[in-house]
Structure formats: C-alpha cells, structure tokens
C-alpha cells in the first residue's frame, strides 16, 4: 500500500519552462515532507523539504507548495534547465521513516 | 561533514547463492541507518532500519536480513538469492534524531 501517491510518472518541459510534479498523502500523522532528486545509477540527494506549518518553501528556482487541509503537496522546477532531468521523488516522513512516492521522470529539451 | 560508503557497487550473482552489501558512515555516531531497494523505473521501498547497535527493524517480510555489528555499519545479507531480489539497493542515514535521510550511491544486484 503506497502512503504517498505521485503524479504524473513522467514529464517532458522545454528549456526554460516551469515543471509541476504533485504527491497526495493520508497519514495525517507525517511532520516532513522532502524531495529527492535522482540522476541514472546514482543515490537519491535531497533537494528541498517542509514541513506541514508552512505553505511554500523556495529555494533558488524550486519551489514546494503544501496544502495541509487537501494532504497535498506539490514540487515547482522554474526556468528548467536541461541538468534538471532527473527522477524526482516526494516523500512523507513519520517516526524518522520515509515513504516515498513512485517518481517522476523529468526530461527538459533544450 | 559525513560521508556514507556503500559496497560492492555491482554484482551478478547466481539464483540460490548468498549475498552480503556493506554499508559504513562516516563522521557522526549514533546515527539511524536504513536499507531501501528500488526496482527498475520504481520508488523506494523501506526494507530495514536500525535505531542502534543489533537494533533492526523489518519493514516487509522477504528473503534478506540485516545487521549491525557496529555503530556505523550496517549490512543486508541474505543465504539463498531469489530472482526477485534483483534491484537496486541504497543504504541511508540520518542524525538522530532527524528527519534527513541521507542515501548512498547504491548496489547494483542482477541475480541470474
């Protein structure tokens, strides 16, 4: 049973445009919520996190909205660059523990 | 600053031998550590986590084990390798107590 559902599983953005990858989640008991970015063969890094008492976080060109009342949360890519193709993964952290959503393939044209 | 060291990076092993990936940290103690697997094009699955030394926990039951024998070590064996346990596995870490999880560069397992 996946705790946190992520949409869409692929994306493809032109250079310069803006990427929107959205995660839903149940478990009203989740305090933190991050996002991981993955590049082929390599381990997750961690991008950017919230926490569910703030509604966005920006950090340079990406941005996370988080709506507690809908348990939605969303990952913004502005001005994407073609190094920002990667899989990202939105995750909800609960007595230390991460689940993770099921990804989301990002392909930026240049 | 800490760094997490995962090893072998790759390995092809036959159905039925047994498997053994090491994972150690570096520059911090105490700290949580977690096994994930992640199947081709897949998420993260949260296979084991430990709070402390001999201390595991299991997520899901399957055919692996893990241990810690020392602080900073943690290792996913397993005595007979079954076909589905090909996939990608990462160690991770994180202060305790915190919520960042720190992985690894991962283990490529092809199990033939």
């Known amino acids: 049973q996946q705790q946190v559902k992520q949409s869409p599983q692929s994306l493809i953005v032109q250079k310069g445009g803006i990427s929107i990858i959205n995660c839903a989640y149940e478990?009203?008991?989740?305090?933190?919520f991050p996002w991981y970015q993955q590049f082929p063969g390599k381990g997750p890094a961690l991008l950017i996190a919230?926490?569910?008492?703030?509604s966005e976080k920006k950090e340079g060109r990406f941005t996370i909205s988080f709506n507690k009342s809908a348990k939605q949360f969303s990952l913004h890519i502005m001005d994407s660059q073609p190094g920002d193709s990667a899989t990202y993964f939105c995750?909800?952290?609960?007595?230390?523990?991460?689940?993770f959503g099921a990804g989301t393939t990002v392909t930026v044209r240049a | 600053s800490q760094t997490i060291h995962q090893w072998p990076a790759t390995l092809v092993q036959p159905v039925g031998s047994p498997l053994s990936l090491e994972c150690t940290v570096e520059?911090?103690?105490?700290?949580?550590l977690y096994w994930y697997r992640q199947a081709a094009g897949r998420g993260l699955q949260l296979l084991f986590y430990?709070?402390?030394?001999?201390?595991i926990s299991s997520e899901v039951p399957q055919n692996l084990s893990a241990s810690r024998p020392q602080d900073r070590q943690f290792i996913l064996s397993s005595k007979k390798l079954l076909l589905s346990d090909s996939g990608f596995y990462l160690c991770?870490?994180?202060?305790?107590?915190?919520?960042?999880?720190?992985f690894g560069e991962g283990s490529w397992l092809t199990v033939v």
């Open positions: 991770a870490w994180s202060f305790r107590p915190g919520n960042t999880i720190y």
């Open positions: 478990n009203t008991a989740f305090d933190y």
């Open positions: 919230i926490r569910p008492d703030v």
């Open positions: 995750a909800a952290s609960m007595d230390y523990k991460l689940s």
């Open positions: 520059g911090t103690s105490n700290p949580n």
């Open positions: 430990s709070v402390g030394i001999g201390q």
